[in-house]
């Protein structure tokens, strides 16, 4: 009996140990799963929080290379899609609608077509400075008999023109009193393809602060379209459409890296219809033509008088020319300072100002009388038609006429 019960008591303590292994396995195992389940937590929540430069430390561990360039934050998205919501907040209060009563019958026309009743065109427009001053495109205060502008919250008060400037379609105006925000500008030189950017505006004249998103596309664009703020445009496929022309394009942040200007909606009668093709004056453009006209109301630009188009092998092989890289020059103007300098249509000119006249936006032509003001004096080289040796004219830059 005694044997017996002996063997009952170390059967119940083998028992009671395995029963205590199995509970810390148990608890050792949940720890481990509540250990993953926090990680993932921290780790969602950061993609749409702020890091500390503490956390950031702790993450990297100690393996990680000093000298290593620091990652960029995810862009904030909501179900796959990017969050806008902060950049709306941020920058949606300055975002105006303006009216444009104009001084002819008609809707005024310009690159969207502008929306609205007979009599008024309808725009967009992003209030700057605490005085009341506000960029806008200047094809939507064309012919403006009259002007007013409707602040997000449904308000409407009159405004006035500060100045304009048909050559890269920008424009100022300004109401009085108080407003209800501001916005800052961004570099729009770090602006990178597939960048996430977020659009503001009254589409179709109706839809007030409208917010779309997208990417930017591509940079340095050039539209030819007869028009003459054309060149060096931001491409994006956010959803612009009529009466966003003169709103903001926005990085994540708010801040403002361009004023949306143009879109495309078909290459021709008969040709692609097209969607996501829209284009924007960068940030830094904006703010330097803004200073300007809110010192003197208009700007000066620069002007040789030719019309031309850059040299590829199908427009040498089409012209005969000596050539394989330069500007062709189709057309020039009477009494222009070309024209004074003795350059002839049919002419090549490889050399302006002492750079060689390439494909990217930084070689080309208005880029470089961008760096020179009316008066300056520049050395432009030329082949004159028929020959095969440059010749060196010195010509004296004059203000550029409207409208060209």
Do not use: C
């Amino acid at each position: 009996m005694e044997r017996t019960t002996l063997v009952i008591w170390r059967g119940l303590a083998a028992l009671m140990v395995i029963v205590v292994l199995a509970l810390g396995g148990l608890a050792v195992t949940a720890g481990a799963v509540g250990g993953s389940v926090s990680s993932l937590v921290a780790s969602s929540a950061g993609a749409t929080e702020k890091v500390t430069a503490s956390d950031a430390a702790e993450a990297r561990g100690p393996a990680a290379s000093p000298t290593a360039a620091p990652r960029q934050q995810a862009p904030s998205q909501q179900n796959g899609v990017i969050d806008a919501r902060s950049a709306s907040k941020v920058a949606g209060p300055a975002v105006v609608t303006v009216v444009n009563t104009v001084a002819q019958s008609g809707t005024g026309g310009g690159r969207f077509g502008l929306g609205g009743q007979p009599q008024q065109a309808l725009g967009s427009g992003v209030i700057i400075d605490t005085q009341g001053h506000i960029v806008t495109n200047q094809h939507v205060v064309a012919n403006q008999q009259s002007l007013s502008v409707i602040f997000a919250d449904g308000k409407q008060v009159s405004a006035t023109l500060v100045g304009a400037d048909a050559y890269t379609d920008l424009a100022v105006i300004k109401v009085d009193g108080s407003v209800p925000a501001v916005v800052q500008f961004g570099d729009s030189d770090k602006l990178e393809p597939g960048q996430p950017v977020v659009a503001i505006g009254t589409a179709l004249g109706d839809f007030k602060n409208t917010v779309t998103v997208g990417v930017v596309s591509a940079l340095h664009r050039q539209l030819d379209d007869g028009s003459t703020s054309t060149r060096d445009l931001i491409q994006t496929d956010a959803a612009i459409n009529h009466g966003n022309s003169g709103g903001p394009l926005l990085d994540l942040n708010g801040n403002v890296i361009g004023i949306n200007t143009a879109v495309v909606r078909s290459s021709g009668l008969g040709g692609d219809v097209a969607e996501g093709l829209g284009f924007a004056i960068p940030s830094n453009t904006v703010k330097s033509v803004t200073a300007e006209l809110l010192k003197s109301g208009s700007i000066q630009h620069p002007f040789i008088g030719i019309t031309y188009q850059a040299i590829t092998p199908q427009v040498a092989a089409d012209n005969n020319l000596a050539r394989q890289q330069g500007v062709y020059v189709s057309d020039v103007s009477p009494d222009s300072p070309a024209a004074h300098a003795g350059i002839q249509p049919n002419s090549i000119i490889t050399r302006v100002d002492g750079v060689t006249l390439g494909n990217d936006t930084k070689s080309s032509i208005p880029a470089i009388l961008a760096k020179h003001k009316v008066g300056d004096s520049i050395k432009v080289s030329v082949l004159a038609p028929g020959t095969t040796t440059e010749k060196e004219v010195t010509i004296v830059l004059a203000a550029r006429p409207n409208g060209q």
